[in-house]
């Protein structure tokens, strides 16, 4: 089960990256300015974010195994209309039908784990789904790049479009949605129950935690593995595109190495979640104002601290859905993590928009319109580290009520405070 989920999620995770690998591609393309290129992939994006609340649901109504076959299908006609598409209207469609169907996987996989694992091995196989899935990353960088370079755009797409077809196949063929008789689908309910079982799981300070703490750690790597780390790489610091494509590629091989110790972390320190939502934000702040304050390009080592800590956001962002899933009954769980990862992907709208805008202000892909871009960063960071600092203290008691956190610190939590 777990293994064609996470087949699922890395050939997911490569449709969602292929226009970030191709953005200089595109732009040439469909003659768009940066401000233009950035809309389109915010399209993409704004759909996956609505999708997110959605997804849930049917998760929870339906199963994982329905709806990763139904995002397998769409997923494929998006990429096959992208591969013929010679005008921007029909290349935004196939861009909105990628972010549908990318809504459906994560949240589905994730739903799978607590069933077929553990408990106590849930933080740890949810690390590795989430680092694994950034396989995905190395295919739209490397082999993907490859092929659109040497075979062209059309053949490029219509291969990439081919694994998700596959994997719709393999989903429905393997994916059970639990061991035996374990899973029961959700009861129709009405529009207004759903509202108000929405309303409930946001009112957890668990979810709110986790909200806050995705956002922080995720958006970050997401708008530089998305679209705008490889044009930023070439023209930004002028490396070269392989050059580029291996530090893309390193950025993965870090994440999977990062993946299972902070999992296994998170397992055993789970008063302290919290702690390394904020470490990992510190270290985005402190290496990108590092590179930001060079009169000039940065020096390659640096370049790689970047991409070595960037690679952190994923991982990072992963201990939100544990902290959601210790927050929250069973009934309610993929709703939860579809509200933890609209932090993130709400954010990466944010600074895709904002970016795109100050680019072609001030001058398009150059280095300074590069770097006066890049501080839209800041206050997204500032909101994120407020909101986890609020809402930690209540999601930790919660924690303790259900015994979650050691017995000789629930006195402690259970204080008043003064």
Known sequence: MWTVGVLAYVLTVMQRTTLGAAGLDTAERFGISPGALSLFVFLQVAVYVAGQLPAGVLVDRWG???????????????????????????????????????????????????????????????????????????????????????????????????????????????????????????????????????????????????????????????????????????????????????LISLLVISTICLGPVLGVLTMRHPMRRSWLLLGVIAADVAVWTAILLLPGPAPIWLLVVLVLVLSAGGPGSVVGFDIARTSNPSAN????????????????????????????????FTPEAFRIAWLVQYPVWAFAVVGVIVTRRKARRLDAARGVVPRRLRKVLARPRR
């Open 64 to 246: 994982s195994r329905a709806v990763l076959v139904a995002s397998g299908i769409v997923l494929t006609a998006g990429q096959l209309l992208l591969a013929f598409a010679t005008t921007l209207p029909f290349a935004a469609l196939a861009r909105v039908l990628v972010g549908t169907g990318d809504a459906m996987v994560f949240v589905s996989v994730l739903a799978l784990v607590p069933r077929w694992f553990p408990a106590r091995r849930v933080p740890l196989v949810t690390q590795l789904t989430t680092i694994l899935g950034q396989l995905g990353q190395i295919l739209s960088a490397v082999p993907f790049l490859a092929l659109l370079h040497g075979l062209g755009w059309s053949p490029a797409f219509g291969i990439a479009a081919a694994g998700s077809a596959l994997v719709a196949v393999l989903a429905l063929l393997v994916v059970r949605n639990a061991p035996g008789d374990g899973w029961r689908p959700g009861e129709t309910v009405s529009v207004r129950e759903v509202g108000r079982q929405l309303v409930a799981v946001w009112r957890r300070p668990g979810t709110r935690l986790g909200f806050f703490g995705h956002m922080g750690t995720q958006f970050s790597m997401m708008v530089f593995s998305l679209l705008w780390g490889l044009p930023y790489l070439v023209s930004g610091q002028g490396l070269s595109t392989a050059a580029a494509g291996g």
């Open 333 to 364: 769980l993929a709703v939860a993590q579809s509200m933890v990862n609209l932090g993130g992907f709400l954010a990466t709208l944010l600074v895709l928009a904002v970016r795109g805008t100050l680019m072609t202000a001030f001058g398009g």
